[in-house]
């Protein structure tokens, strides 16, 4: 069974929205975009945990901005094999697939329908099909200690309700024995000398409180005096060569709290019923190593579907791409990109490829992406913003190296998962093997507006700009279509430098600052862009160390613009009219 599409109408920030999931699947997106809700909504069909209130919404429930007096969620199952769900759901299974949906109008019950199809969708009477299946969910605000304490006990009683009847009768042996051993340690304890003493005064005030005190003394005991409710009561530890430790961190709890959770689940694993698993936000506490590897974890060790949310890029460069959704704000209302229904995410993912690392995926979370060539152009431009009091990370705005010239799959990324974008790269100047020179810059720009299907049609100066000249200098025909070629390329979202960032700057109001930076002569651009490139990452950040406040001399230059068009591009995304 496979629940492969999920269709939200009018719930809390989702208007009309289909999501579609994998066996695993991975819901991404910025803190309240809607992933909790996402989870929330699956679970008014499918979590035996909530009660009939539960399910009988609030007003708040409803979706605000469109004014919704009714909520429709819908489950798309296909692939439905297993005899149980066959005969609980009989006649609304047909060729393996089921819909599931819940109705709730404002002040009236909620209902629950069935079918294989749209037009079969009948009423059910009740949520007695939980019975057969239902969701295992772990939330974001999971105690730990109490979980453990808890689930300790659920655990031991699972366990103990699968034994044969041999082993139980070992056990009962076993416990008998333990009992034996614990009286001789309680009357041990009740030996020591320091025991006695600490406990003789509270006898004989017990004794003089009430006759009923006389012949009963307190004692201390090793935790319990009988065995059966200190084997009902044992506490979780680590193992070691030491002996036994006490829990420790959050980190380490919390992968205890899953690991405990899982094997619940493994052990509670039966034909009769067919589960299915969500869990928020598993990271907590853990070490990017641990993130990792807790995602294979999670994915390889339930027997059933999955689906996680996160916030970790570690995370989600563990999950494939057809197994990747994007929550995102548009015009206040929730949005999805997912995988499994589109092509164009899992090609642009597939060409991703080997670049899909910690930094590259954090993409994933981002409202906004700003590419540059390299290093040295991250760490200005993320200082030219920050000087000019532009707040990227309030705006979730990534600045982001694909580390060369590989723009391409970096753009299919953003355009799959619908996340705006814009780039900078050098206006190059290559030599062919005639010696001609052209500009390889507007060539690339060309390359990836055709390569990524981008909205642009490319100008007639185009044609001219392609001329190959001789010689050292530019001839001004080519210089002039170049200049409007740049201009032109704006629109596409692609960023062209005059030549490079080292000369571009150069030769911008920041020429000054520079040369007595470099203790170099005003008159001399080349050496001055000489010292630039050499090292450019490193002396990039040793000069914004020392000359950072400088930078608002850029404020109305060329080179701040796609820091501009990238944070209006975000405000008109999330925001209406981006206010």
Same mark, same amino acid.
């Given at each position: 069974m496979l629940i492969y599409r999920v269709h939200i109408k009018g719930f809390r920030n989702y208007e009309d929205e289909?999501?579609?999931?994998? *066996? *695993? *699947? +991975?819901?991404?997106g910025s803190n309240d975009v809607g992933k909790t809700n996402f989870i929330y909504a699956l679970r008014l069909l499918f979590d035996r945990s909530l009660s009939e209130n539960d399910l009988d919404l609030l007003d708040s429930d409803f979706n605000a901005y469109s004014h919704s007096n009714k909520v429709e969620i819908t489950a798309y199952l296909k692939e439905i094999e297993e005899d149980c769900l066959l005969s609980e759901f009989k006649g609304h299974i047909k060729?393996? /697939?089921?819909?599931?949906?819940?109705?709730? &109008?404002?002040?009236? =019950?909620?209902?629950? !329908?069935?079918? @294989? *199809? &749209?037009e079969t969708m009948k009423e059910l009477q009740s949520r007695s099909y939980l019975r057969r299946l239902n969701m295992q969910y772990v939330d974001t605000n999971r105690n730990l200690y109490a979980y453990l304490r808890k689930e300790r006990q659920n655990l031991l009683l699972i366990s103990q309700e699968l034994l044969s009847d041999e082993e139980k009768n070992d056990d009962r042996t076993k416990t008998a024995e333990i009992q034996k051993n614990l009286d001789s340690i309680n009357q041990q304890i009740s030996s020591l000398n320091y025991i006695k003493g600490a406990l003789k005064n509270v006898n004989e005030q017990l004794s003089s409180l009430s006759v009923e005190n006389k012949d009963q003394?307190?004692? @201390?005991?090793?935790?319990?005096?009988d065995a059966e409710k200190m084997l009902s009561d044992v506490a979780l530890s680590y193992s070691s060569e030491e002996g036994p430790l006490t829990l420790g961190g959050d980190g380490r709890n919390n992968q205890i709290y899953l690991a405990t959770w899982i094997a619940k689940q493994q052990i509670k694993n039966t034909p009769d019923h067919v589960t299915f698993y969500a869990?928020?936000?598993?990271?907590?506490? +853990?070490?990017?190593?641990? !993130?990792r590897k807790l995602a294979q974890y999670l994915t390889n060790s339930l027997n059933g579907q999955v689906i996680v949310t996160s916030h970790s890029p570690q995370i989600a460069q563990e999950f494939k791409a057809k197994n990747i959704i994007r929550l995102y704000f548009k015009n206040k209302y929730t949005h999805a990109? $997912?995988?499994p229904e589109d092509e164009q995410i899992k090609n642009s993912f597939d060409d991703f490829g080997y670049r899909l690392n910690a930094m590259s995926a954090e993409i994933f979370f981002s409202y906004g992406v700003f590419l540059v060539e390299g290093t040295s152009e991250v760490i200005f431009y993320k200082a030219l913003a920050k000087e000019n009091k532009i707040d990227l990370d309030r705006l979730n705005i990534s600045i982001l190296s694909v580390e060369g010239i590989g723009f391409k799959s970096y753009i299919k990324v953003c355009k799959a998962l619908n996340i705006p974008w814009v780039l900078r790269t050098d206006n190059d100047v290559f030599k062919n093997t005639q010696n001609e020179s052209y500009y390889a810059g507007i060539n690339r720009a060309i390359g990836i507006i055709k390569g990524c299907n981008l909205n642009y049609d490319v100008p007639s100066v185009y044609q001219n700009e392609c001329k190959k000249w001789s010689g050292n200098s530019v001839p001004s025909d080519i /210089? =002039? $279509?170049? =200049?409007?070629?740049?201009e032109s390329l704006k629109n596409a979202g692609i960023y062209m430098s005059k030549m490079d960032l080292e000369n571009d700057l150069a030769k911008s109001n920041l020429n000054d600052t520079l040369n007595d930076y470099y203790d170099i002569q005003e008159s001399d651009v080349a050496k001055l862009v000489s010292e630039m490139q050499k090292r450019k990452a490193e002396n990039m950040f040793k000069f914004i160390? /020392?000359?950072? $406040?400088?930078l608002v001399k850029l404020q109305n230059d060329e080179l701040i613009e796609p820091i501009f068009d990238i944070v209006n591009k975000v405000k008109n995304q999330v925001q209406p009219n981006g206010k």
């Open positions: 289909n999501i579609f999931l994998n *066996s *695993s *699947s +991975l819901i991404i060729n393996g /697939k089921l819909i599931l949906r819940y109705i709730k &109008e404002k002040n009236e =019950d909620y209902i629950l !329908q069935a079918g @294989f *199809s &749209e003394n307190v004692q @201390f005991v090793a935790g319990h005096n869990i928020e936000e598993p990271e907590a506490h +853990l070490h990017p190593h641990q !993130q990109a $997912s995988g /210089k =002039d $279509s170049n =200049d409007k070629m740049r160390q /020392k000359e950072h $406040s400088n």
